[in-house]
């Protein structure tokens, strides 16, 4: 009866193990991009990286993200030719499909919540959230959204084909 409940044990870590190793890695999003040898747009470029190449995350610096390619060369990215891989979760029913980003995954491992979230605010009584409770109350259409997407020639109204 034992070796089950083992078993179980070790596939429940091994899966977290996976959650938390998968938080690190990276997509490049973008058609190309440069590999830098510093987080500044001015930095020599090194290697081009091509959509869909992986990275393993090192560090991170104002909007600029360490990695490691596949060949191990280490270099600067600009987090906007990013993107986390997402998780395809199965709700309790069965029915409704959801997906979630590595570092969601990582949070909700962490317990991070409405709770955790409320006794950060109690602890930090100096930090101001005026901003980002005003960003929370703003309401866009998807009109609007759509508006500003053709005005602007942005995502699939940017006339690329």
Do not use: C
Not at 137 to 153: A, M, P, Y
Request: charged share 25%; proline share 2%.
């Amino acid at each position: 009866m034992k070796k089950p409940r083992s078993t179980v044990l070790v596939l429940a870590v091994m899966t977290l193990t996976l959650v938390f190793a998968a938080a690190d890695i990276l997509v490049v999003k973008v058609q190309t991009t440069k590999l830098r040898n510093g987080p500044r747009y001015f930095a020599q470029a090194f290697l081009t990286l091509s959509a869909g190449a992986k990275l393993e995350k090192v560090s991170e610096s104002e909007g600029w993200i360490q990695v490691k390619t596949a060949s191990g060369v280490v270099g600067w990215i600009h987090s906007s030719a990013i993107e986390i891989p997402k998780f395809n979760l199965l709700a309790m029913n069965k029915d409704m499909k959801t997906q979630a980003s590595g570092s969601e995954v990582v949070l909700a491992g962490k317990g991070f919540n409405k709770q955790v979230e409320d006794s950060y605010r109690a602890k930090h009584g100096e930090a101001n959230f005026t901003g980002v409770e005003a960003m929370l109350q703003f309401k866009i259409s998807l009109t609007q959204v759509e508006d500003f997407l053709r005005k602007g020639k942005l995502g699939e109204f940017r006339g690329v084909k």
